[in-house]
């Protein structure tokens, strides 16, 4: 059985920092491209960021270009993601998800998902 687990979202003021952690079991980690998305209150969900099964390539939306970083320990069956500079806009519940194949910004493309971890950003 798959499994996505988030963890490290909380409260933090604008300007301030977050590491979002996802460990991943059930699949062998090293073989899927990850992804983080976010859904804020009334709104749909949306890409964050994506980082190939090597880490060799990452890829952003341009909301979070650089101040958000993904990153990767396939020993460690972990995907990260390093909030910066945060703004009030950035609150929202932060998803990961894996695939393979696509390295991909498309919802659709992902085969697992975890349970979110919520972040609220004050202002």
């Known amino acids: 059985q798959v499994q996505l687990v988030e963890s490290g979202g909380g409260l933090v003021q604008a300007g301030g920092s977050l590491r979002l952690s996802c460990v991943a079991s059930g699949l062998t980690f090293s073989t899927y491209d990850m992804g983080w998305f976010r859904q804020a209150p009334r709104k749909e969900r949306e890409f964050v960021a994506a980082?190939?099964?090597?880490?060799?390539?990452?890829y952003y939306a341009d909301s979070v270009k650089g101040r958000f970083t993904i990153s990767r320990d396939n020993a460690k069956n972990t995907v990260y993601l390093q909030m910066n500079s945060l703004k009030p806009e950035d609150t929202a519940v932060y998803y990961c998800?894996?695939?393979?194949?696509?390295?991909?910004?498309?919802?659709?493309?992902?085969?697992?998902w975890g349970q979110g971890a919520e972040v609220t950003v004050s202002s």
């Open positions: 998800a894996a695939e393979r194949g696509h390295y991909s910004n498309y919802q659709d493309d992902y085969d697992y």
């Open positions: 980082i190939t099964w090597t880490g060799g390539s990452t």
